[in-house]
């Protein structure tokens, strides 16, 4: 099992790294071992989405589901299936898996940036930031921070993202993420 679990990891960390060859490869050597392993499915749902096969990474996602079964279903299991059917642009299917993976992982920063990009994307501006408000409400670190500014940047806002920044900066003046954002805003 521990040979199983780290082809998971090195499957995990290739993906990271973008080499998606490298990362099915390790994925599918740890799904040649006894054990289930969700993970391992969602880093090759994770692969196949990247290559545009979305029909191949729902099959993916649906089998880590099914290799969860007697459990919860994995962290990031319905962002990745948002994120197929937001490629797919299926907005109303995908807000909903967003609000799934919410309801697991209230602490989820990917599933509260999703939901507020299909905001944003609807046009709704207003509701994309009340959304990334309600993450960094929700989710206190840096992380939560660093997306925020990235968000409400990408969105136009960057009076928002530069208060944001500031009360971060307030908050965790060591981090230094927060230097890098406020020199991307001022771009």
Known sequence: MGDARAAEVLARIHLLENDPSGA????????????AFPG?????ARVALL????????EKVDAAAKSAAATAPPQGLHVIRAEIFGHQDKLDL?????????ELFPESVEAFTGLAI???????????TRRIDAMVRA??????YVMAVRSLGS?????????????????????????????????
Do not use: T
């Not at 995908?94 to 919410?102: F, I, P, Q, T, V």
């Not at 989710?139 to 939560?144: D, H, K, L, Y």
């Open 118 to 128: 299909i905001a944003a994307s609807r046009g709704d501006m207003r509701e994309a």
């Open 40 to 44: 391992a499915f969602l880093v090759l």
């Open 94 to 102: 995908a807000e909903a898996e967003y609000r799934k993976e919410l």
């Open 51 to 58: 290559e545009g096969k979305f029909a191949e990474a729902l």
């Open 155 to 187: 969105f136009g806002n960057a009076s928002h993202a530069r208060a944001l920044l500031e009360e971060a900066r307030r908050l965790y003046p060591q981090d230094q993420r927060f230097a890098r954002e406020q020199a991307a805003l001022r771009r």
């Open 139 to 144: 989710v206190r670190g840096p992380f939560a």
């Open 24 to 35: 099915r490869r390790w994925a599918e050597q740890c799904l040649s071992r006894k054990g």
